[in-house]
Antibody
C-alpha cells in the first residue's frame, strides 16, 4: 500500500536550518507530484511548495521563496524539505503529501514532523 | 494570497445534515474545479474526503458530498455520526504552483 513515512521531530534555534525527509513506498515514485504543507499549533493548513519527481522541477509559493528548498532522490524514493533562516513562527507540523497529477487530489499524506524553533 | 474563508465551527446532532461553506475569489474557486476537502482528526494527518469539487475517493462514505456555486464551494455531510467529529479543510488551486487552504471548520456532533 502507499506509504509516506517522515523523519522524526526536530528542535532548532532561530536562524538555523532544518531538513525533513519523506520516504515514499508502494507506488511508482516518479508518477505523482509531491507537496509540502505545514500546520502551526492549533492553526490551519498552509501550503508551501511542490516537486515533480520525474524531472525534479520545483515550485514554491512566494512566502517561502528564498528560504525553502525541496529535493528528491529517485534512487531511494525519498523527498526532502529544507527550510532555512528559521524563526519562531516556523514552529509547526510539516506534512508531505502525494498528488495525483493535475487533479489537486492530495490522496496520501505522511504522518507529520514537528519542527520546534526555540532559543 | 489569503486563506479561503470557512466558519470556525459547525455542529449538528446525530442523523442530521450539515453544510460547510468555503468562500474564495474569482482567482481560485471561481475559476478552477480543482477543489478538494480534507478531514482531520486530532493528532492525525489530513484525509482526502472530496476531490475535484464533487468526487468521492474510494472508501469515503456516500454521506459526504461536495458542490460549488460561483466563488463558494460546500461540503455536506448527511446522517451525521459521532465519528464525523473532526476538523474539515477546503483547498483550491489558485494558478501557477499555488494551492490555498481554508482556515478550517471544527465539526461537533452533539
Amino acid at each position: 500500500q502507499v506509504q509516506l513515512v517522515q523523519s522524526g521531530a526536530e528542535v532548532k534555534k532561530p536562524g538555523a536550518s532544518v531538513k525533513v525527509s519523506c520516504k515514499a513506498s508502494g507506488y511508482i515514485f516518479t508518477n505523482f507530484y509531491l507537496h509540502w504543507v505545514r500546520q502551526a499549533p492549533g492553526q490551519g493548513l498552509e501550503y508551501m511548495g511542490v516537486i515533480y519527481p520525474d524531472g525534479g522541477g520545483t515550485g514554491y509559493i512566494q512566502k517561502f521563496q528564498g528560504r525553502l528548498t525541496i529535493t528528491r532522490d529517485t534512487s531511494t524514493t525519498t523527498l526532502y524539505m529544507e527550510l532555512s533562516s528559521l524563526r519562531s513562527e516556523d514552529t509547526a507540523v510539516y506534512y508531505c503529501a502525494r498528488e495525483i497529477p493535475v487533479t489537486g487530489n492530495f490522496d496520501s499524506w505522511g504522518q507529520g514532523t514537528l519542527v520546534t524553533v526555540s532559543s | 494570497q489569503s486563506a479561503l474563508t470557512q466558519p470556525a465551527s459547525v455542529s449538528g446532532s446525530p442523523g442530521q445534515s450539515i453544510t460547510i461553506p468555503c468562500t474564495g475569489t474569482s482567482s481560485d474557486i471561481g475559476t478552477y474545479n480543482l477543489i478538494s476537502w480534507y478531514q482531520q482528526h486530532p493528532g492525525k494527518a489530513p484525509k482526502l474526503t472530496i476531490s475535484e469539487v464533487t468526487r468521492r475517493p474510494s472508501g469515503v462514505s456516500n454521506r459526504f458530498s461536495g458542490s460549488k456555486s460561483g466563488n463558494t464551494a460546500s461540503l455536506t455531510i448527511s446522517g451525521l455520526q459521532a465519528e464525523d467529529e473532526a476538523d474539515y479543510y477546503c483547498c483550491s488551486y489558485a494558478g501557477g504552483v499555488t494551492w490555498i487552504f481554508g482556515g478550517g471548520t471544527k465539526l461537533t456532533v452533539l
